[in-house]
Nanobody, 117 residues
Framework: QVQLVESGGDLVQPGGSLRLSCAVS????????VGWYRQAAGKQRELVAT???????NYASSVKGRFTISRDNAKNTVYLQMNSLKPEDTAVYYC???????????WGQGTQVTVSS
């Protein structure tokens, strides 16, 4: 069973930075692709960034150049470094990982990021 626990969400002023963390249980984390998604109030969940097991990254156009996804396989942890935050980045951020054989998606419980002055 794979479990994901996010942390790091907070209230931050526009232009500020935050780093989200996602601890992933499981012995074969290194072969899973990982990602961050977000859902703003009244909107559908959307992709923010993904990283394959080989390290290939993909970003939503709205965050490219401002956000960076990374992973530490030794710590079974995924990170999302968010810089130059904007009010429109306000959302619940969810960590995601995909089983390499079944393509089953696992989700964390989410962490709230609020960008406001």
């Amino acid at each position: 069973q794979v479990q994901l626990v996010e942390s790091g969400g907070d209230l931050v002023q526009p232009g500020g930075s935050l780093r989200l963390s996602c601890a992933v249980s499981g012995k074969v984390f290194s072969i899973y692709s990982v990602g961050w998604y977000r859902q703003a109030a009244g909107k559908q969940r959307e992709l923010v960034a993904t990283m394959s097991h080989a390290g290939t990254t993909n970003y939503a156009s709205s965050v490219k150049g401002r956000f960076t996804i990374s992973r530490d396989n030794a710590k079974n942890t995924v990170y999302l470094q968010m810089n130059s935050l904007k009010p429109e980045d306000t959302a619940v951020y969810y960590c995601n990982t995909v089983h390499p054989l079944t393509s089953f998606h696992y989700w964390g419980q989410g962490t709230q990021v609020t960008v406001s002055s």
